[in-house]
């Protein structure tokens, strides 16, 4: 493997901030650091490594800060590829994605390379995949041609921001374990239409869905909700917190089960859950039917509305 040796400048048009580009799934890891670098206008970081291809491209740049792999860079290898994927580990360290490392635009990386130099472009990509093992999503992604993220069933903290600004981000199922999502995690995802918030969720932090999300589905009755929720309409249990935190900042609020939307859970809702097999509720009937949370109405929800009527959450 042709290794990338030493000196790195990353040169950034109007920002600080680099993207990442698709990780190969073959990619290996360097050994011991090889590549040093300044990183934006003056701030020196050094000490960065290049994670290779077998075709002896680099694919992101990361510098290892101890406890950490910190990922400041990912290159544009093949404009073809359209998804990232990020490793839960290098050199068996976690990683996390350095604030704005995915906000690539108008940003050039610069390696000289056996006395050539070498500039990659940015990526930028559809979709962006945690590999399994990741157990924490770090912040400040920023990516704003992203329209999809997958998440790993390790996964157990969305971390402050993590989301934030990306605008174009329509599709994300956040697994059953996720115990934690953090402020302004999804602020300003205007393309997310609803974000269900599985009942492993212990805490939702201040604004994660500020100025974005239309509706918003927690599945856990005791979830706590910090200050403020910012979505057009909250589902959720009756007499939850959720419940509680809508009605405290004047948001709408659906019962889960209220298929009808009149206000109740009742005998009227398993007949409107039914009246579903043909094709006749309407956008907020059918979410507020959703109540197994899986994106689906189907006889699960029906099961679990009649043992809702027998003994009510």
Known sequence: MKHIKKWLAVILTGALTVACAALPAAAEQTGEPETTGEYGSGYWLGGYTALENEAGQPVFLYKDNGDHVMIVAC????????????????????????????????????????????????????????????????????CWTVEQVNLPSSAKAISDGAFSNCINL????????????????????????????????????????????????????????????????????????AETAAAAQDVRFVALGDANDDGYVNNKDF??????????????????????GDDLVNNKDLARLKAYLADPV
């Open 170 to 241: 329509s599709k994300i199922q956040l697994p059953d374990g996720v115990e934690f999502i953090g402020a302004n995690a999804f602020e300003r995802c205007l393309a997310l239409e609803t974000l269900t918030i599985p009942a492993s969720v212990q805490t939702v932090s201040a604004d994660a869905c500020a100025y974005g999300s239309a509706w918003v589905k927690y599945m856990g009755a005791d979830t706590v909700i910090e200050d403020t929720i910012k979505a057009q309409t909250v589902y959720g249990y009756k007499n939850s917190t």
């Open 271 to 292: 007949a409107r859950c039914k009246a579903y097999l043909a094709d006749d509720l309407t956008e907020t009937e059918t979410v507020a039917a959703d109540i197994t």
């Open 75 to 142: 290159l544009d290898t093949d404009a073809d590829q359209a998804e990232i994927v990020i490793p839960p580990t290098i050199n068996d360290k976690p990683v996390v994605l350095n604030n704005g490392a995915l906000d690539g635009t108008n940003a050039w990386v610069y390696i000289q390379a056996d006395g050539q130099e070498i500039a990659y472009g940015t990526a930028e990509p559809k979709s962006l995949t945690f590999s399994e093992g990741t157990t924490a999503v770090s912040g400040g992604f920023m």
